[in-house]
């Protein structure tokens, strides 16, 4: 495994790329329009256009989607037609559940929800699961934000704002008292405390990934939510259900990124906690920027660019499976954090 294709040369996509190649993978960049000066080669493409990306994978080993999630499914069948192995990082449920589908005859490894969540936080909750004997709830826990927030929102579009915009109006999975439910976004708010930061996690749609279904009948109690500084999830749901923006998904993510544009200085905070009868097992970190390759790289994109270029590295070392369908909760933690790029989560 060598030839890799990364489409979206966003922050994250530029990093995964750059993080690829330090790896030591051959590293093609595909993006809309032509990136100079990168350490990679990349080409312009219209990467809408199924016909012309299915000609440009061909040859390739494996492609990473870094694209808005909506794209995720067109690059997953051409990826399944040329029995590549496909790495996403969305955070969409059907687009999920069509790249399922598509694993049952797949030749490669077909592998979303790469990122930070879905992605890492999975890996974590599965590895404080299985420390328990008898595990009645996981509760996970992701917040990207500014490290000095400003105005009543107290919040910074550092990722994609269809992505945010996606996560908080879709229905959210949860295991409740033994049974698979679904529950509306923007509810179960709850106070969290991380290093003397108060912050309010509430219910957004995706971060769970396949972990309902994976432990359904195993543990009774898991959820997802996302966290902010408080206030931010009342002033969101007047946005979105008060003034009706969720019935204008694109206009909201641009009004939303264009107040809010993104900011150098961010920190994810991930707060994983695992219960049993008598024992609490608890994963709290808060993570900040790093320079990598020279350069200073925020928070939210180093976390999920390395989180999936260390999937990769673990295809490539056969660590993983290489054929069907990869469950992140199937990812072995210390695995993770003994990779090239995954060590950088345990510093």
Not at 2 to 22: F, M, N, Q, R
Not at 62 to 84: D, M
Not at 180 to 189: C, R, T
Not at 214 to 228: A, E, F, L, Q, S
């Amino acid at each position: 495994m060598k030839k890799i294709a990364v489409l979206g040369l966003g922050k994250v996509g530029t990093l995964a790329g750059e993080l690829l190649s330090l790896s030591d993978f051959e590293v093609t960049g595909i993006d809309q329009v032509q990136r100079e000066g990168l350490p990679f080669q990349s080409k312009a493409l219209d990467v809408s256009d199924p016909d012309a990306l299915k000609a440009e994978l061909e040859g390739q080993v494996a492609v990473l989607s870094c694209l808005p999630y909506f794209l995720n499914t067109e690059v997953a069948k051409i990826a399944h037609a040329l029995g590549l192995h496909y790495f996403d990082l969305t955070e969409d449920v059907p687009t999920t559940k069509a790249i399922i589908e598509l694993a049952q005859t797949s030749r490669g490894l077909m592998a979303p929800q790469c990122g930070l969540a879905p992605g890492f936080v999975g890996i974590v909750g599965a590895d404080l699961i299985h420390q328990l004997d008898d595990c009645r709830s996981c509760k996970m826990r992701v917040g990207a934000l500014p490290q000095n927030p400003t105005g009543l929102m107290g919040y910074s579009f550092n990722w994609s704002p269809a992505g945010v915009v996606n996560e908080y109006l879709n229905d959210c999975e949860v295991l409740e008292n033994g049974e698979i439910k679904w529950v509306s976004p923007m509810e179960w708010i709850e106070k969290i405390v991380i290093d003397g930061i108060e912050l309010e996690a509430f219910t957004t749609s995706g971060g769970l990934g396949t972990m309902c279904e994976t432990y359904y009948g195993k543990v009774p109690n898991i959820d997802y939510k996302t966290m902010r500084y408080p206030g931010h999830v009342e002033l969101m749901n007047f946005f979105f259900h008060e003034l009706l923006m969720r019935d204008r998904k694109e206009e909201a993510g641009e009004i939303l990124v264009n107040a809010k544009p993104p900011v150098e200085d961010d920190i994810v905070y991930v707060h994983v906690a695992a219960e049993g009868k008598l024992q609490r097992k608890e994963f709290v970190k808060g993570y900040k920027p790093i320079e990598i390759a020279g350069k200073q790289r925020t928070a939210i994109a180093w976390t999920t660019a390395s989180s999936v270029v260390a999937i990769i590295e673990m295809v490539r070392a056969g660590t993983l499976q290489q054929s069907g369908f990869l469950k992140q909760e199937d990812v072995p933690l210390d695995a993770f954090l003994a990779t090239e790029n995954g060590v950088r989560y345990a510093r």
